[in-house]
Nanobody, 118 residues
Framework: QVQLVESGGGLVQPGGSLRLSCAAS????????MSWYRQAPGKERELVAA????????NYGDSVKGRFTISRDNGKNTVYLQMNSLKPEDTAVYYC???????????WGQGTQVTVSS
C-alpha cells in the first residue's frame, strides 16, 4: 500500500536547524512531484516547498525562501526538507505530499510536529 512516512521533527531553539525526511513506498516515486506543507494551529495548510519528479526544479513559500531547502533522492524514494534559521512562526505540523501531475493522483503523509521555542 502507499505510504509516506515523515520523520525528523522535534523541538528546536530559534535559530536552530532540523532536517525532515519523507520515505515513500507503494507507488512509482519518480513519477511524482513532491512537496512539503505545514499547518499551524488555527491556520490553513500552506505550501512550504516543492520539487519536481526529477529534482530539476524547486519552489518555496515566501516565508521560507533562503532558509529551507527541499531535495530528493530517487534512489532511496525519499524527499528531504533542510530547515535552517528556524523561527517560532515555523512551528507547525509538517506534511509530505506526492502528486502525479499527469493524473492528479496525490498522497499525504501523517505529519511530523516541528516546534521552535526557547
Amino acid at each position: 500500500q502507499v505510504q509516506l512516512v515523515e520523520s525528523g521533527g522535534g523541538l528546536v531553539q530559534p535559530g536552530g536547524s532540523l532536517r525532515l525526511s519523507c520515505a515513500a513506498s507503494g507507488f512509482t516515486f519518480t513519477n511524482y512531484g513532491m512537496s512539503w506543507y505545514r499547518q499551524a494551529p488555527g491556520k490553513e495548510r500552506e505550501l512550504v516547498a516543492a520539487i519536481t519528479s526529477t529534482g530539476g526544479s524547486t519552489n518555496y513559500g515566501d516565508s521560507v525562501k533562503g532558509r529551507f531547502t527541499i531535495s530528493r533522492d530517487n534512489g532511496k524514494n525519499t524527499v528531504y526538507l533542510q530547515m535552517n534559521s528556524l523561527k517560532p512562526e515555523d512551528t507547525a505540523v509538517y506534511y509530505c505530499n506526492a502528486v502525479w501531475g499527469l493524473t492528479g493522483i496525490n498522497y499525504w503523509g501523517q505529519g511530523t510536529q516541528v516546534t521552535v521555542s526557547s
